[in-house]
C-alpha cells in the first residue's frame, strides 16, 4: 500500500514526506480541541449562573431561575466581548476551563446590559406594573 501511495505520488510530482507532515499537524490539532468532559462543561455552566445572577443584581431586574442566569451569562459573555473588541479593551480576569477561557468581567457587565435591554423591552410592551 506504502509503494502504490509513493507511486501515486512520483507521478503527480508531489513528495510523499510534505502530506505526511501535513497529517500530523491535522493530528496535533484534533488533539487540542477536544471535547469538554462532564465536570468541566458543569463548571463552566455553574460559572455562566453566578455572572448571570451577579449581571440581573446590577441591573436591578430578575429574568427569571437558575436555568435563566446561565443563559444570560452566556449571552452576556458574548455581548460583553463584542463590546471589549468593538471599543479596543483588553480582557479583563478570564477564566479557563479545561482550555476554554470565559470572561469574567466581559461577562457580568454583558449580563448587566442584556438584562437592562430586556428589561426595557418588557416594559414597554407590558407597561408599567403597579
Known sequence: MAHFRESQNQRAGTNIASSEEGWNMCESLHLKTSAMTLIGFLVLLLIA??????????????????????????IGAYLGMWL???MGL???????IEGKPFP??????????????VALIRRAVAGPQY
Do not use: M, R
Not at 449562573?49 to 452566556?74: E, N, P, T
Not at 483588553?90 to 479557563?96: D, G, K, R
Open 49 to 74: 449562573a453566578i455572572c448571570g445572577g451577579i449581571g440581573q443584581s446590577l441591573a436591578g431586574y430578575d429574568l427569571g431561575g437558575c436555568l435563566v442566569s446561565i443563559i444570560v451569562g452566556f
Open 84 to 86: 471589549a473588541h468593538k
Open 90 to 96: 483588553p480582557e479583563f480576569f478570564t477564566i479557563s
Open 104 to 117: 469574567i468581567v466581559w461577562s457580568v457587565i454583558g449580563s448587566a446590559i442584556f438584562t437592562l435591554i
